[in-house]
């Protein structure tokens, strides 16, 4: 049994698919505004217009949840250590189902985990990747137990209210995330997230390897983008991120006064950034 994709065409086009990966614990919409700027920008400049996509991951906004046969293995904690790879295979075959055989992928947080995990899986299927506020290590034994526990709460109570500090200012966070519409908005996209699609996505992410042995092995064109005051992802990780490609050049961009949800928080740059690789995967093509 495969898992299901429920996948958001913002534009149809020629050429390499440009594929969207989205953080947790929202859905596609978070590429709303930057998907809109990406066209745009494009379009002054007079490219060609490609795919752009945005798949919801499993059990995010109205995806499917999938069944337990197509989660794999379940480890003594409730953990999908194989989660991860099944979702990439979905996404790979998403791709080669419309009749591509390669892909931008863009990861934002959680993103990056399935685009490094397509890095690792489909590498033939990698024409150009960007890392967004995210990581390529696995998860403490403290991180873990706390997702975990987050989706056992989930599940046992029917609510998302364990993931909704995401929508809440904390301090040092960006104007943006300070904001009463970020907050809104953020409040009202968590409160539509199903609570079991919430804890399946939380156990996936605490049962996933560490993929920092994939970062050399990266070779297509690359980009990581991250907020100055991201604090899961700051700039001098993501730097260390891109440095260990060494395999290709990885253009970093640092947003500034942008937290975790850069895509969200500044668009207009992260899309400049992500244009910016389609450009260097088309010259390399």
């Given at each position: 049994m495969s898992i299901e994709l429920n996948n958001t065409v913002y534009r149809e086009g020629w050429g390499i698919p440009l594929v969207l990966v989205h953080a947790f614990p929202i859905d596609h919409r978070m590429w709303d505004d930057c998907a809109r700027a990406i066209i745009r920008?494009?379009?002054?400049?007079?490219?060609?217009?490609?795919?752009?996509?945005?798949?919801?991951?499993?059990?995010?906004?109205?995806?499917?949840?999938?069944?337990?046969?197509?989660?794999?293995?379940?480890?003594?904690?409730?953990?999908?250590?194989?989660?991860l790879d099944r979702m990439a295979d979905a996404y790979a075959a998403l791709v080669r189902g419309a009749g591509y055989d390669r892909a931008i992928w863009v990861g934002l947080s959680m993103?990056?985990?399935?685009?490094?995990?397509?890095?690792?899986?489909?590498?033939?299927?990698?024409?150009?990747?960007?890392?967004?506020d995210t990581k390529a290590d696995a998860d403490s034994a403290a991180s873990r137990a706390n997702r975990l526990r987050i989706a056992e709460t989930c599940e046992r109570d029917r609510t998302v209210e364990?993931?909704?500090?995401?929508?809440?200012?904390?301090e040092?966070?960006?104007?943006?995330?300070?904001?009463?519409?970020?907050?809104e908005r953020f409040t009202a996209w968590i409160n539509e997230q199903r609570p079991e699609?919430?804890?399946?996505?939380e156990r996936m992410a605490a049962g996933r390897p560490d993929l920092n042995d994939q970062l050399p092995k990266v070779s297509a064109p690359a980009a990581?983008?991250?907020?100055?005051?991201?604090?899961?992802?700051?700039?001098?990780?993501?730097?260390?991120?891109?440095?260990a490609m060494t395999g290709t050049r990885a253009e970093v961009t640092v947003v500034e006064d942008c937290g975790h949800f850069s895509a969200y928080e500044h668009p207009d740059v992260v899309a400049a950034a992500l244009l910016g690789l389609v450009r260097r995967v088309r010259a390399a093509a």
């Amino acid at each position: 049994m495969s898992i299901e994709l429920n996948n958001t065409v913002y534009r149809e086009g020629w050429g390499i698919p440009l594929v969207l990966v989205h953080a947790f614990p929202i859905d596609h919409r978070m590429w709303d505004d930057c998907a809109r700027a990406i066209i745009r920008l494009a379009d002054a400049e007079g490219m060609e217009p490609f795919p752009i996509w945005a798949p919801d991951m499993p059990g995010a906004g109205s995806g499917p949840i999938p069944a337990p046969a197509e989660c794999g293995a379940v480890a003594a904690d409730g953990a999908y250590p194989e989660a991860l790879d099944r979702m990439a295979d979905a996404y790979a075959a998403l791709v080669r189902g419309a009749g591509y055989d390669r892909a931008i992928w863009v990861g934002l947080s959680m993103g990056g985990y399935l685009v490094m995990d397509v890095q690792r899986l489909h590498p033939d299927m990698v024409a150009g990747l960007a890392m967004c506020d995210t990581k390529a290590d696995a998860d403490s034994a403290a991180s873990r137990a706390n997702r975990l526990r987050i989706a056992e709460t989930c599940e046992r109570d029917r609510t998302v209210e364990p993931v909704m500090h995401f929508a809440r200012p904390q301090e040092g966070d960006s104007s943006v995330k300070r904001s009463p519409a970020f907050v809104e908005r953020f409040t009202a996209w968590i409160n539509e997230q199903r609570p079991e699609g919430v804890a399946w996505r939380e156990r996936m992410a605490a049962g996933r390897p560490d993929l920092n042995d994939q970062l050399p092995k990266v070779s297509a064109p690359a980009a990581v983008v991250c907020g100055d005051l991201d604090p899961s992802s700051p700039p001098e990780a993501m730097r260390s991120l891109a440095r260990a490609m060494t395999g290709t050049r990885a253009e970093v961009t640092v947003v500034e006064d942008c937290g975790h949800f850069s895509a969200y928080e500044h668009p207009d740059v992260v899309a400049a950034a992500l244009l910016g690789l389609v450009r260097r995967v088309r010259a390399a093509a």
